[in-house]
């Protein structure tokens, strides 16, 4: 305690910043990552992979750089210690930031704690931990418990609480408390700031209240999540606990000394990243990206404030940073710990995350000490209801309105009317406080102790009978929230469906139909069937007929309509098989969605693949669920849109290299009009679609306006209609070529035809004839070093859909191009004439220029506008469209564009081109043969002449030329008269 109370706090009032490094997981293991960050002392270096280049290393420096990614050993009980001297253990962690957390607390201070990072990035190591490795927050509780232990009971009383909320979609919810449809509201007080009304605050003893309370929080932070089909490593986490300090001062007064300790989990950083969506009406709109976006602004806001700056800091733009005004810029004594992922495939995640934390470090706070004599707070609560009674007594009219000029007596009226219902929620919260102020602390610890024993005794009851009967329990992304929901499964029937139906257990996620599967006991073995034809389930990955009944074994995973996923546990089969020598491997969510894809066709096995084919299937494994949840969204909605999977290749991106990007096509059913969006793109949308489904689900208002509504885009929009590919190889040969290339989108379905010509031409821009002999080039490195000219003609496209028919245009890049070339759009007609022609020069050819034409395609993109004129089937439903499309939509949807087949193409001509010139030379050898078929030697000048000096005609049709001297040469000749023997 008396360490506790030296004066090692925190120096100075700027928020603290700590960043810490974890190691390798076992995906980026799988994919052979590389590091890419390095820590000397305080300062943070990362390494961009993507650029070799002698600037390539950022460096940050902060107040302490943590580096625990290797070089530590593991204890017999789990616990990592350091191997050396540079690894950053959790106690090592603690001592630095926790315990002046402490010390803070017992001064009187508010403090907060924040973690930031991208999901998976070990935010909550540093902050929970695991096992031996505990982490800041328990740590520091069960020192604050220990130092209550050892202070004098009798001169100071000690009283801490605690309350844990989470914020989602900007709406807050009680964790330990009711859902409150609508969330809750976060009320202004005049002297406290901000605060949720009616948040449950919880009187506790020991650490070990605070993690049974922690647990309660959790799963009910499931249950909503998995009802309201929400996403949990999108939701923000704020644990507050309240130490109070009672006691006599000198003069004999009862003092309160208070601190609010807040422990905040923020959403995954990776949700703020708009790459990819920029340009999107919605990248800022939907309420889900609000938090994050605002938080950013504050923090900029505060800087130039603190820099002289009058901007206003807008605090009051999210719910987030209303609640955490103090933590930010007023009475409090902050700490960031930002957790970072040393792997080469997170960079732009971590390089942001650096960035946010370098921006954190430079907002100081002013910490006061919350001490005030205990009576002094009574007679002013008193004195405030006094005057809030008073207010209320005289009616609205009494209620006194500042800058009421220029606005009208009904709006006037309106806001007396919501000023006096404010003005009677304070009065009642007043209240509250008061009849709470008037109980002893062992009162309140009595009543709480009393509710907590009937939870421990359900909890403990719960926990011995998982381990005998047989339940489904649920599997979710963030492992914190795993195995927290469980069904049991009994010896008779047992029904699944929504709360509506005559269930057993009850589902509420998307697609679960009123009566949705069944489950029974056949000859001592578990089967699961459909109840309803419609119903969607699927079993280890693969889909269930409606006729067939699958035996579920212990360990076995199934899907509940589009999102809700659970592992069934049977302990009978588990010990059965224990006996006999089996071991069971426990299943994670990612295994399971691996599975769903490896069994639709979406990704393969492991074994064998490349770094890059591993991240393509990671990625696409990763959006294939959210993909589900937008279709299903879309059938409960009756949007009347399909999303669908798309790769696609750098060639037909129109970029020289690069990897297969993921993007995800959306369709209009009706009218069969579709937009490509990104994947950021679509995950914004679909978050907001989340939002939107959740007040459907309320029963709240849920329908939006257009610019509001994520499931519209324009008819107008510029889309993507096609590409046709152009292999360049001809180039180097100096060869023309007229091409009606086929127009192909991401799906490799042929949408219509292109006409492109590249013709040889001098530097004035006039076409060469094959008769030149300037353009016959055998190889093409006789081109190094020398200038080439070519028109480039894009005449017409032919047969496009007919629903594109307006501002159509080709958007293509040759070569050195930084930006797209563009032809002028056509409007009027889905078979423009485009009359688009360019001189293209080269001066000089360069091998990195021969590299590019052997293998790099032009690729030439049509884009252009989707017809409003079309009208669609609108009378039938969503889920009926989708059905009438089959199986496997999803799967077909996953094309490359054919690169292999325009490449060949392409290499065939310009092999029939050469074979034509060469015939034309060799003609001319052959009238050279006749013209002197009665000479035993030819001079060597006329084959020159014949064959063209610039020329190194090898091996055509087997003709060697020998040079040699003649015999009877004299003298004066020697070095003239070479001639040459045809054979």
Known sequence: LKDLRSPRSMSGDNVRVAVRVRPFNSREKARNAVNVIEMSGKATMIRD?????????????????????????????????????????????????????????????????????????????????????????????????????????????????????????????????????????????????????????????????????????????????????ATSSRAHTIVTINFSQKSENEAGQNMTKSSNINLVDLAGSERADATGAVGDRLKEGAAINQSLSVLGNVIA??????????????????????????????NSKTIMIAALSPADINYEETLSTLRFADRVKSIKTSAVVNETPTERLIRELREENARLMAMLAGGSAAIPIAGTTGISDEEVERIRTETAEELKRQFQSNNRELEEMKKTWQDKLKEQEELARHAQAEAEKLKERRKVEAHFWNMNEDPSLEGVMCHFVGDKDTLIGRATGPNTITLSGLNILERHAKISMVDGKYFIKKATPEAKI?????????????????????????????????????????????????????????????????????????????????????????????????EELDSKRLFEIVLISAAAR??????????????????????????????????????????FIAGEKWQLPSEEDPFYEPYDAEVHIATALLY???????????????????????????????????????????TDDDLF???????????????????????????????????YRFHEDKDDVCTSPISGTNSPQFKYERRITINPVTQEFLDYIESKPLSIQIFGQQSTSIKGNTQASTVDMM?????????????????????????????????????????????????????????????????????????????????????????????????????
Request: overall charge positive.
């Open 538 to 634: 699927l079993v280890d990955g693969a889909a269930i007929s409606n006729k067939d009944a699958v035996q579920l074994h212990h360990f076995s995973r199934v899907l509940f309509g589009s999102s809700s996923l659970f592992c069934f546990t049977w302990p009978a089969e588990r010990d059965s098989g224990a006996k006999a020598g089996r071991t069971w491997k426990t299943p994670t969510y990612e295994d399971a969605q691996q599975e769903i894809a490896e069994r639709s066709g979406l990704a393969r096995h492991r074994a064998g693949m490349s770094k890059e084919d591993l991240l393509l299937q990671e990625e696409l494994v990763s959006i294939m669920p959210h993909v589900n949840e937008a279709n299903a969204i879309s």
């Open 654 to 695: 129109g970029l020289k290299e690069g990897p297969v990007q993921v993007m995800v096509k959306m369709v209009d059913l009706a009218t069969e009009h579709s937009w490509l969006w990104t994947r950021n793109k679509f995950l914004s949308r679909k978050y907001a679609m989340q939002a939107m489904y959740q007040n």
């Open 777 to 811: 080039v055998e190889d093409t490195r006789e081109l190094l070093g020398r200038r080439i000219d070519y028109l480039l003609q894009i005449s017409a496209a032919q047969g496009l859909p007919a629903k594109f028919d307006k501002n159509i245009m080709c958007k």
């Open 49 to 229: 992979p993507a650029n070799n280049g002698a600037n390539n290393i950022k460096t940050f420096n902060f107040d302490h750089s943590y580096w625990s990614h290797d070089g530590f050993n593991e204890e017999p009980d789990g616990y990592l210690r350091p191997g050396g001297p540079q690894y950053a253990d959790q106690k090592q962690v603690f001592e630095d930031l926790g315990r002046g957390v402490l010390h803070n607390a017992w001064q009187g201070y508010n403090c907060s704690l924040f973690a930031y990072g991208q999901t998976g990035s070990g935010k909550s190591y540093s902050m929970v931990g695991y096992g031996a490795n505990k982490g800041i927050v328990p740590v520091t509780c069960e020192e604050l418990f220990k130092s209550i232990s050892a202070e004098d009971g009798e001169k100071i009383v000690c009283e801490v609480t605690f309350s844990m909320l989470e914020i989602y979609n900007e709406q807050v919810q009680d964790l330990l408390g009711q859902h409150v449809k609508g969330g809750m509201k976060v009320r202004n007080h005049p002297k406290k700031g901000f605060y949720v009304d009616g948040l449950t605050v919880v009187p506790v003893s020991s650490f070990k209240e605070i993690e049974d309370n922690m647990e309660k929080g959790t799963r009910n932070r499931t249950i909503a999540a998995t009802n309201m089909n």
């Open 883 to 983: 059905r009438s499309l089959g199986p496997g939509r999803l799967k077909e949807g996953m094309f490359k564009v054919d690169e292999e087949s325009a490449r060949l193409r392409m290499e065939n001509l310009t092999l029939m081109r050469r074979l034509q010139r060469m015939a034309l030379r060799l003609g001319r050898v052959e009238r050279l043969l006749h013209d002197n078929k009665n000479r035993d030697m030819i001079p060597l000048r006329e084959v020159e002449r014949a064959l063209h000096p610039n020329s190194r005609f090898k091996a055509a049709a087997r003709m060697i030329i020998m040079s040699k001297r003649s015999p009877n040469a004299s003298p004066t000749t020697k070095g003239q008269s070479e001639v040459c023997s045809i054979q």
């Open 728 to 770: 360049l190889q001809f180039i180097g040969y100096l060869i023309e070529t007229r091409e009606v290339c086929p127009l192909t989108n991401f799906r490799g379905a042929e949408q219509g035809h292109l006409e492109v010509s590249m013709v040889p031409c001098s530097p004035q821009g006039a076409p060469l004839q094959d």
């Open 301 to 330: 806001a505060l800087v130039e404030v603190q820099n002289g700056s009058k901007k206003m800091i807008p605090y009051r733009d999210s719910t987030l940073t209303m609640l955490l005004k103090n933590a930010l810029g007023g």
